[in-house]
């Protein structure tokens, strides 16, 4: 009795190559000659094109003599033509004469190869490794894209980037976040430095990245300077109320330097963040710690907040004084949000930068490092428009209003 196929989708693979090597075995290759007859296909229309184009330019067919020529051959040269089915060498005539041609066959398929640019580009965002990269388009085309030809078209980037930075903003932004991520750049000698991000709220709680900036350091001159040139541009703060960020002084000094009047949140999840790193008995004492922290933040106001600071205190001083004391620290101002109850999920935390944050540290991972700080301008900038143009799923990240804030897995850019 013969064994039945399982087509299930967790052995769907392993069977269809079992149907393949069977069929293989019967001289017939059912995906291979497919591609190969229409790849071959392919680069024959391609070529008659070229041909046809060439000799309705010119005025006649090779050999033939007429009146009407505007020129004769002079050779071939070859041009390379990349499509979904692989990369096609053609053979271009030359020209005698003063004939310009140019082949608008091409230009028809600029469209396709600018999708085909897109998607190399895309999958240097998504984070595929050189290695699964050049296995992935070997597959797909039956040519491998080097990481330096996909580092390359980055570069496409460029205009759009300075446009990016350069335009102007409307002042209609509520609330403003900042945060950061820590990247290792190599120059002369590889360090790590903080890529500041800035993200606005509109009145309809729309959400955009306003700016972003590999800085040197986390100074008040280089949040200023972003701050300064988001003022320059158009966002002089008029709708402005409350702006987010870590406890970091020199993002305060910013702050107070270019929006004097913004109220300013600390994150709670930073605050909480850095409590728990000051738990002295993390095995003992941290879960039971840290979940009665997390319970302030989810007082119903501001007085009933204070109370549960205050039991909390009581309760935990004597065993974790360092932690206590640190939640104690301008305690004050991680409760700003109490005064605009509505919007407490858009700015008790910086967490709504934290998507875009995730899905850098999850791509970069695999570039592990970037040669230079232009490389980092391109990169963050391609996935900052990926992740807007992809809805992504909700997460639930670590935050004050979960019941336990987990040992923290990544650096923030602006720990304090």
Known sequence: ??????FSTNNVTGQWNHVKRNLLDMGIGVKEKFETEAHRAIKEILQRGVDEEFNAKVGAKKYERTDHRQGTRKGTYSRYLTTTFGRSELS?????????????????????????????IMSLILGISTRKQRKFFKAFIGDAVSHTTASRLLRNFEKDLMAFRTQSIADEYKYILIDGIWVSVKERESRKRPIIFVLGIKEDDSKEILAFKLARGESEQEVAGILNDLYRRGLEGKNLKVIASDGARGIRAAISMVYPYAKWQWCSTHKLR???????QKVKNRKGLMKDASQIYKA??????????????????DREPTAVSNLRQNFADTLTFYD???DKRL???????ERYLEEIRRRIKVQGYFKN?????????????????????K???SSPMGEEIKEPVYESAHSS
Do not use: C
């Open 92 to 120: 271009i005539p030359r020209v005698r004469g003063k004939v310009d041609i140019e082949f608008e066959m091409f230009n028809r398929y600029q469209r396709r190869q600018k999708k085909f640019d897109e998607m190399v």
């Open 395 to 397: 997460r639930t990240p």
């Open 373 to 393: 700080p232009r490389s980092v301008d391109y990169w963050v900038y391609g996935i900052i428009q990926y992740v807007d143009s992809v809805k992504l799923p």
């Open 1 to 6: 009795m013969s064994k039945a196929i399982d």
């Open 340 to 342: 605009y109850m509505d």
């Open 300 to 317: 119903a106001s501001r007085r009933e907040a204070l109370t549960r600071f205050s039991a909390f205190s009581k309760k935990w001083k």
């Open 274 to 280: 850095n409590v728990n790193k000051r738990i002295k």
């Open 347 to 353: 700015i008790s935390t910086t967490n709504h930068i």
